[in-house]
């Protein structure tokens, strides 16, 4: 009885304001309140209020047969909480469904994995407990920022105490093998690895508008009758993409959202599907096989690898530079400033430096507040260093 499993990216950064050469020791505030509070709100306007209603109504109509998934980073709760705290209110109602299961990932949706396990932890430990605040939810499942995933990630989430952990269903990873099974990620006993059907995702994610694609217009009894396919052949089929792909990246004249609320009823006609979320679909399933995965993969752009954030000088710079302040500015104990730092570990930054242009150019470019990926990096440099000085001068005033 194959289960459809849908995942949803829920984040916004806090986008940092211009900051010149001639702020450092003058202002000591990064943060652009007017991008923040605009993308915000249209976001929601667009994207979050429209389609959690969307999804409330097809949970109420299936009578909870309907269920999926969030990842909601911290910052983007935070400004939610500032900026839109209806859009906050309608992920609590649907969390007051029981049918919506909240997963667990960095608050800051950081890099921090990659350079700081004692940072990921702590990080990751924030965002279960504003789980439970916010929603209820103590999770199982766990996703690493962008589905960056590695052997080593799968046991630190292990060790966290996950049963459920997400990677994309890279062909690397999974070599003549399905993404439509549960797998084990090698050396874990106790978390189970779901993997996305990117092919399957992608077609609603990107090629939904596309009117050069063979298989436009996409309807919901023609998506349905490609996953009705996989019956006898898989037991998940696994979609997992951006929220924002509801009326922001798909707009709402495009009938994304008129696809989504006929999907269920196309699925549920054949009486062998049903929709699960991840924890359930590890519980439902048995391991088919253990997947090895010695190498760093993510969802971002064709690659499906970290060069979207570590691909250049520039990131590689700046991403340098802010970890190596970690130890100095726990040193302060300074809860302000502990904050601060978090919240410039956002992935965000660094993917704005990203120079990678050509098939994957267009991604970069979305909601991307600079003009190039140096202004991106100067940009940070300049927060980075009044930041600097001001860790350091607050170690000094502690020693005095």
């Not at 990630?153 to 062909?171: M, R, S």
């Amino acid at each position: 009885m194959p289960s459809i499993c849908f995942y949803f990216q829920v984040h916004q950064p806090k986008r940092l304001r211009r900051y010149t050469i001639f702020d450092i020791n003058q202002s000591h505030f990064y943060e652009s309140d007017e991008a923040n509070s605009s993308i915000m709100r249209k976001v929601a306007y667009k994207c979050y209020l429209p389609t959690n209603e969307l999804m409330l109504e097809l949970i109420k109509k299936y009578n909870g047969a309907f269920r999926i998934s969030y990842a909601v980073s911290g910052v983007a709760i935070e400004q939610m909480k500032r900026f839109s705290p209806e859009t906050l209110d309608s992920f609590k109602r649907l969390a007051d469904t029981g049918c919506v299961e909240f997963i667990n990932e960095t608050y800051y949706h950081s890099l921090a994995f990659l350079y700081s396990k004692e940072e990921w932890k702590r990080q990751v430990q924030q965002h279960n407990e504003l789980m439970r605040q916010e929603f209820g939810q103590a999770p199982t499942t766990f996703r690493n920022t962008e589905l960056i995933y590695h052997n080593e990630v799968a046991k630190a989430a292990e060790e966290l105490g996950f049963k459920t952990i997400l990677a994309e269903g890279a062909d690397k990873i999974l070599g003549w093998r399905s993404s439509n099974f549960v797998y084990e990620p090698v050396n874990c006993n106790n978390i189970k690895l779901l993997l996305k059907n990117y092919q399957l995702s992608d077609d609603i994610a990107f090629r939904f508008s596309n009117r050069g694609w063979a298989s436009y217009p996409l309807t919901a009894e023609k998506f349905s009758n490609w996953v009705h396919e996989v019956d006898g052949n898989g037991e998940t089929i696994n979609l997992f993409m951006d929220y924002e792909t509801f009326g922001e990246h798909q707009w709402e004249d495009t009938g994304i959202f008129k696809f989504l609320y006929a999907l269920p009823e196309h699925i549920l006609r054949n009486p062998s599907f049903n929709f699960k979320t991840p924890s359930e679909v590890a519980d439902s399933y048995p391991v088919r096989d253990k997947v090895d995965v010695p190498y760093y993969v993510s969802w971002a752009d064709t690659e499906r690898d970290l060069t979207a954030w570590k691909g250049n000088y520039l990131q590689d710079d700046a991403l340098e530079a802010i970890f190596s302040l970690e130890e100095k500015v726990y040193r302060t104990g300074n809860d302000e400033l502990i904050q601060t730092y978090r919240a410039l570990t956002t992935s965000d930054h660094f993917y704005y430096m990203c120079t990678k242009w050509f098939a994957d150019g267009d991604v970069h470019k979305y909601f991307n507040p600079y003009e190039s990926p140096y202004e991106a990096y100067i940009n940070y440099q300049n927060v980075l260093k009044d930041f600097t000085q001001t860790v350091e001068k607050e170690l000094m005033v502690q020693v005095a």
